[in-house]
């Protein structure tokens, strides 16, 4: 059974350009396309399975820049790897204050605003 937890992230005030609903139906509903579970079921032979309740979508917003529990500080107006992964991070670290366990999820997806500074 494949277990994620994807990370809607709205940063610095800037939006991802999909919201829970549209990607819940993008994962879970076969209309009008094949959907993101069935794909993965398929693409394995039926041997990995994408249950909804083994798979959640989480919106999380961070602030334009902050410090980490470990110390490390972010900035959202800087876009290298780096960076990008300390806003993984701080999403992981903001679910966690908002009561969500990530213990169980093997797999995390972050879907981070398409702005500048970031090309990709």
């Given at each position: 059974i494949f277990h994620s937890?994807?990370?809607l992230m709205t940063v610095?005030?800037?939006a991802p350009s999909v919201d829970v609903n549209a990607l819940s139906r993008l994962y879970y509903t076969d209309s009008p396309v094949m959907?993101?579970?069935k794909?993965?079921?398929?693409?394995?032979f039926g041997k990995i399975k994408y249950p909804k309740d083994r798979n959640i979508i989480i919106p999380v917003t961070l602030p334009c820049s902050g410090t980490m529990s470990t110390g490390r500080s972010w900035n959202t107006n800087v876009c290298t790897f780096t960076q990008a992964a300390l806003w993984a991070y701080a999403a992981e670290e903001a679910?966690?204050?908002a009561g969500h366990d990530l213990s169980n999820f093997q797999r995390r997806v972050f879907v981070i605003p398409k702005s500048p500074p970031c090309g990709w």
């Open positions: 937890v994807t990370f610095c005030g800037r959907s993101f579970g794909f993965v079921e398929a693409c394995s679910a966690q204050a």
